[in-house]
């Protein structure tokens, strides 16, 4: 598993979490069952344990930013990629901050919408400045 493919899974079990409405450790093991992470163990491990932590000021940090749509209107797709980005951005200082930027709009294109992924383009390059 590449890392981008390590990204891919912790947006769906974000997006999965917060269908749920459970960011416990029981709901990532049970997740995480029959998935064969290799050598991004260490990686998923570090993002959950920061986004779990962390996760009201990640929300705060969107939340601050300039933007028309408030946290609870976005799709959950989009909230998963947002809390994701803003992680890694803020805590994650072996990660340039374009590669999490860049990534974050690969999983819009991919998994919500062409409007998403440039809005998430937005929002994030907002931040990094």
Do not use: C
């Not at 598993?1 to 416990?24: C, H, K």
């Not at 992470?37 to 929300?59: L, P, R, T, W």
């Not at 989009?78 to 072996?94: G, H, K, N, Q």
Request: charged residues 25%; without cysteine; hydrophobic residues 40%.
């Amino acid at each position: 598993m590449n890392r981008t493919e390590a990204r891919t899974m912790l947006m769906q079990m974000l997006y999965s979490m917060e269908i749920q409405g459970d960011f416990s450790q029981k709901a990532k093991t049970a997740f995480m069952i029959g998935k064969n992470v290799g050598n991004q163990k260490k990686y998923i491990n570090d993002m959950f344990a920061i986004i779990s932590e962390h996760k009201d000021d990640i929300d705060n940090v969107y939340s601050n930013q300039d933007t028309t749509w408030k946290i609870n209107r976005l799709s959950n797709v989009d909230l998963s990629i947002f809390r994701l980005a803003i992680a890694e951005i803020l805590y994650m200082e072996d990660i340039p901050v374009g590669v999490s930027i860049n990534e974050a709009v690969e999983l819009a294109k991919t998994y919500s919408s062409e409007e998403s992924a440039k809005f998430i383009n937005g929002v994030l390059a907002n931040l990094a400045n």
